[in-house]
């Protein structure tokens, strides 16, 4: 199907047609297309998550690739890079292409496997990472996330495995020691007065150190997932100001929530790593206004009731993401941003760190009519149970927010139209 959009605002505001034929932007209507009115609305490069969990395979109840798929794509997104810590993990070219066929059965959004860097993400092997990259797949981002990689000389072997392709390691920045298995709430009055396990920020800043260091003595690229403290963002722009080839992202949730959202013990804000003080989301904010911090990662952390349904100590870490991220982001940094800004950190900067090339373009001609149309001015209360996701662990469920995505389309098809 060809498309004409009308009327639409691009980042920097101009207004403008865009048409659609064979699913690349071209210079002039096609014969026969449909016309997507698109007064009022604001046109952005479809969006690009560098970190989703999907559940497939092993966890179908919780997610699959085309409940995420789609889930991915009523929030904008037309690209995810799916996390490895399925069920079996993502540690082979094998299981890297069941997950991408997966994607490509979907048909809703480009899915990006992940690779793991250790086996099993035990934390003691490199899976093979270079056939990962060779395969059908073409892994070029790796991670244990859901588990930090502690050794330090396995980190250097993977930063300098990959860096021949110029692939990139993620790291789940948690010094174990400093924050280990049962650590589930800030560090902080609130986490005393709970009786929660404490996570103090110096957990992660004290691997982002490190692994900083090691991406400088390989000259390799390594990625901050879900960067979440002051102090760590700190160590992020020391980093950059040396040369060092580091990315960071930031979750929706840790741009939002605040460490108070615990207090009554919901597992729903059960996350990791934990919500935080003011202080930390001050600080996550200037960053990526700045660009210390690159991106927006939502980790979309699908979980069954079951996983959840616990004492706040045993339930699972996770929340959802795709679906509210942009309009979170819209709420609390769009005036600084800008739609350019908010294209960049949503869209470029994560296309680019995952070297997926049909992602994150301009809207210009040529170039895959991969988009998002924006209402700038809707806003509607968060449900739950309006969701694409197989899972119901929304921390946005009862806030209003705005409410933007009117239509997701992929390479020329539309994969989600409001109403
Ligand atoms: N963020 C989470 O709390 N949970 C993630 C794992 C992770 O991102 O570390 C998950 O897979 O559920
Ligand atoms: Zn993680
Ligand atoms: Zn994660």
Avoid at 1 to 9: C, D, P
Avoid at 84 to 112: Q, Y
Avoid at 247 to 252: F, K, Q, Y
Avoid at 393 to 400: R, T
Wanted: hydrophobic letters at 40%; proline letters at 6%; glycine letters at 10%.
């Amino acid at each position: 199907m060809n498309h004409v959009i009308s009327g639409a605002a691009l980042p920097d505001g101009t207004r403008t047609d865009l048409f659609v034929r064979d699913g690349v932007l071209v210079d002039e209507a096609p014969a026969g297309a449909e016309r997507i009115d698109a007064e009022g609305l604001v046109v952005l490069p479809g969006l690009v998550d560098p970190h989703t969990h999907l559940r497939e395979p092993g966890r179908e109840d919780a997610e699959t690739v085309a409940s995420g798929s789609a889930a991915a794509a009523r929030g904008g997104y037309t690209a995810v890079c799916a996390m490895a810590n399925t069920r079996p993990v993502t540690d082979t070219a094998e299981k890297a292409e069941h997950v991408f066929d997966l994607g490509v059965s979907a048909g809703l959004v480009e899915v990006a496997p992940i690779g793991a860097i250790t086996k099993g993400l035990a934390g003691a092997e490199l899976a093979e990472l270079a056939l990962m990259h060779r395969s059908r797949a073409k892994v070029n981002m790796f991670s244990d996330d859901g588990a930090c990689l502690m050794d330090a000389q396995l980190m250097r072997r993977a930063l300098e495995w990959v860096k021949p392709f110029g692939g990139v390691i993620a790291q789940h920045s948690q010094d174990t020691n400093l924050a280990g298995a049962s650590a589930c709430c800030h560090e902080s009055e609130i986490s005393g007065r709970l009786g929660l396990d404490p996570w103090p920020p110096v957990a992660e800043a004290a691997i982002i150190a490190r692994d900083v260091m090691l991406a400088e003595a390989t000259g390799s690229r390594l990625h901050v997932c879900h960067i979440s403290t002051a102090e760590g963002v700190e160590v992020v722009r020391w980093a950059k100001s040396r040369g060092i080839r580091v990315t960071a992202e930031v979750t929706p949730h840790h741009l939002l929530l605040g460490t108070e959202r615990v207090e009554g013990y919901d597992t729903t804000f059960k996350v990791n790593p934990p919500l935080r003080t003011s202080e930390h989301i001050t600080a996550v904010r200037e960053a990526l206004a700045d660009g210390t911090i690159d991106m927006v990662g939502t980790d979309h952390a699908p979980h069954a009731p079951q996983d959840k349904d616990h004492a706040f100590v045993d339930a699972r870490p996770g929340m959802l993401g795709l679906e509210q991220a942009l309009a979170v982001v819209m709420e609390v940094l769009l005036d600084e941003l800008g739609w350019e800004g908010v294209a960049d950190r949503m869209s470029h900067a994560p296309a680019k760190l995952a070297g997926l090339v049909a992602q994150g373009r301009p809207l210009s001609v040529g170039e895959p009519a991969s988009l998002v149309l924006v209402d700038p001015a809707s806003r509607a209360v968060v449900d739950r149970a309006a969701s694409s996701s197989l899972s119901r662990n929304n921390p946005y469920h009862g806030l209003e927010l705005p409410d933007p995505v009117q239509l997701t389309m992929w390479r020329g098809k539309v994969t989600y139209q409001r109403g």
